[in-house]
């Protein structure tokens, strides 16, 4: 399979999947959505891959979240991300998360969507749906960090660097740089000595341990509802207008 805004390694019977965007700090437009969506599917019928690890190509960004820019052109854009951020969620073997700087908005829920999160110390997370009239998060993060710290981090969409996404167990572990690939590829080659059907049967079962499928469903409805309002649109025009004018996330 031959991917244009993606890079696909195989190690063994791990799978390494590379955002590959920087110039675009790995923002996920209609075509990388795609193909993250198409990856994982044939991941997922591959029974030889066990494990896989997501990453950002470049030395800033994980996934800047939404191309501000495309969405601007394209305002389906978001059934596109989140058919993908789907994809993420419900992938049924374990996944991974290098995340190697900054993860905010949809990079972020990307993230937490993975089973897994190791960072680099320069990582950074912000859930920024409040500041642009929408929900991100919120169904997840409850489950990671606990409903306090979810509730912090999703009314203020602050940034939250790697040492506190630490402490808060937002992050499994924070890694250097130049060995956060190394060590994200061997933890996923851990477990893929292990049996497939265990491995999938066991997620199944933690998964079902914190259901949160009526919450989820919950905030695709509530966004479904917000992108259609006046406010959201005002917001969403002044973020994607103050992006264009630097070369970082919105901030």
């Keep these: 399979m031959e991917f244009k805004e993606l890079l696909l390694e195989r190690h063994g019977a791990v799978a390494l999947l590379r955002l590959n965007r920087p110039h675009k700090h790995n923002a996920l437009g209609r075509q990388m959505s795609r193909e993250l969506y198409l990856a994982l599917q044939a991941l997922e019928e591959d029974e030889s891959v066990k494990a896989v690890v997501i990453t950002g190509a470049g030395e800033r960004a994980f996934c800047a979240g939404a191309d501000m820019a495309e969405q601007v052109a394209d305002p389906t854009l978001p059934q596109v991300t989140g058919q993908a951020l789907?994809?993420?969620?419900?992938?049924?073997?374990?996944?991974?998360?290098?995340?190697?700087g900054y993860a905010y908005g949809g990079g972020a829920l990307l993230a937490i969507n993975c089973d897994l999160r190791l960072a680099s110390p320069d990582a950074r997370f912000r859930f920024v749906g409040v500041s642009y009239g929408l929900v991100v998060g919120a169904a997840q993060l409850p489950r990671i960090v606990g409903l306090p710290a979810a509730k912090d981090l999703v009314f203020t969409a602050?940034?939250?660097e790697a040492e506190e996404a630490l402490r808060l167990g937002l992050v499994n572990r924070v890694v250097p740089r130049e060995s956060l690939l190394?060590?994200?590829?061997?933890?996923?080659?851990q477990m893929a000595?292990?049996?497939l059907r265990a491995l999938v049967a066991s997620k199944e079962v933690m998964e079902l341990a914190l259901d949160n499928s009526v919450a989820l469903a919950r905030e695709a409805e509530?966004?479904?509802a917000l992108r259609q309002g006046e406010e959201h649109r005002q917001l969403f025009r002044q973020a994607a207008q103050r992006v264009t004018g630097h070369s970082?996330?919105?901030?």
Excluded: D, M, W, Y
Aim: net charge positive; no cysteine.
């Design 86 to 100: 789907g994809k993420v969620l419900r992938f049924p073997k374990p996944i991974i998360a290098a995340v190697n």
């Design 158 to 160: 602050r940034v939250v």
């Design 182 to 189: 190394e060590e994200a590829t061997g933890l996923a080659q």
């Design 193 to 195: 000595a292990h049996s």
């Design 222 to 224: 509530l966004n479904q």
């Design 248 to 251: 970082g996330p919105e901030r």
